[in-house]
């Protein structure tokens, strides 16, 4: 077996290659004159694990790329991330449903898929070859029992991801809770836990996609007023869309991070363990 990555997915293919305790394949990356991409791999084994997140356009055609180029061998694809992946369903008629057009997309010259938390396991039926994906609650969870401070109660931003929470707080027998946004008028909610005060507590919101931040700064505001003591933050995929860490600091989240599924310079969690075992 040997390891391909795309350049989206640097860091975590080196770590991942590491565990493994495989070789990585080299990729030479130019331009055509256009502007399109052009790479040049060195040679496969006739395993081949391809590790690339899909975080955007170029990094999607880097990875087809790059699948095609590794036509001779049987392939698995890491997929560390998966954008579009919360476009599940037909919000709209004559929408497309994203996830399926992406899903599609990548299964093509692959033999098997590994996901790394989708946002909705039913995405995993759209992939034309066999899929799982695996969760690395537990990592957050690590982070979360290795970090300074002192009984942290966990908290998920809504209900749909109560059970996220759930996990990460099993590492170190923590509290747990969701919270509950209720509209006080037209222009207001309250968001509070559904049933664990945050008074004289260090809070820990978890979740699986921080974006633009939007739920999590507003939630970090009523929190801190509802006397929380420090509010964290720890996702599995750092998207960070828009300048949502700066709106996250003025919000008063004390740290925000992340796993290397999206390559930040906050990705203080990996999910490296939790795919080599599910490669071997
Ligand atoms: C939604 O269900 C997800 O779990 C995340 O809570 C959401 O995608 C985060 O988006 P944003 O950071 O833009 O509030």
Redesign the pocket.
């Known amino acids: 077996m040997k390891l391909i990555c795309t350049q989206a997915s640097q860091v975590l293919g080196a770590r991942l290659a590491g565990r493994l305790g495989v070789e990585t394949i080299d990729v030479r990356y130019s331009r055509f004159p256009d502007g399109e991409t052009a790479l040049v791999r060195d040679g496969t084994d006739d395993e081949t694990v391809i590790v690339g997140a899909v975080t955007g356009a170029d990094a999607l055609v880097e990875l087809l790329l790059l699948i095609d180029a590794c036509d001779e061998s049987a392939n698995t694809l890491v997929l560390p991330y998966m954008a579009y992946a919360?476009q599940d369903r037909r919000f709209r008629p004559g929408e497309p449903l994203s996830a399926r057009a992406i899903a599609r997309a990548v299964s093509t010259g692959v033999d098997r898929v590994i996901a790394v938390n989708l946002?909705d396991p039913s995405v995993l039926a759209h992939f034309r070859v066999p899929a799982e994906h695996v969760s690395i609650a537990p990592q957050v969870g690590a982070w979360v029992a290795g970090h300074e401070g002192n009984d942290p109660l966990v908290l998920s931003?809504?209900d749909?991801?109560a059970r996220f929470a759930e996990e990460v707080a099993r590492v170190g027998g923590f509290d747990h809770d969701y919270l509950d946004k209720k509209r006080i008028s037209g222009e207001s909610v309250e968001i509070r836990p559904k049933s664990l005060p945050a008074e004289g507590r260090e809070v820990i919101i978890v979740?699986?996609?921080?974006?633009?931040?939007?739920?999590?700064a507003t939630a970090a505001r009523m929190l801190l007023d509802q006397g929380a003591t420090a509010v964290r933050a720890a996702c599995v995929h750092g998207?960070f869309?828009g300048g949502?860490l700066l709106h996250l600091a003025a919000a008063g989240v004390a740290e925000v991070v992340c796993s290397d599924t999206i390559e930040r310079a906050n990705s203080c969690i990996t999910a490296a363990d939790r795919l080599a075992d599910a490669l071997r």
């Open positions: 919360r946002h931003p809504d749909g991801a979740d699986d996609i921080i974006s633009t931040g939007g739920t999590l998207v869309a949502a």
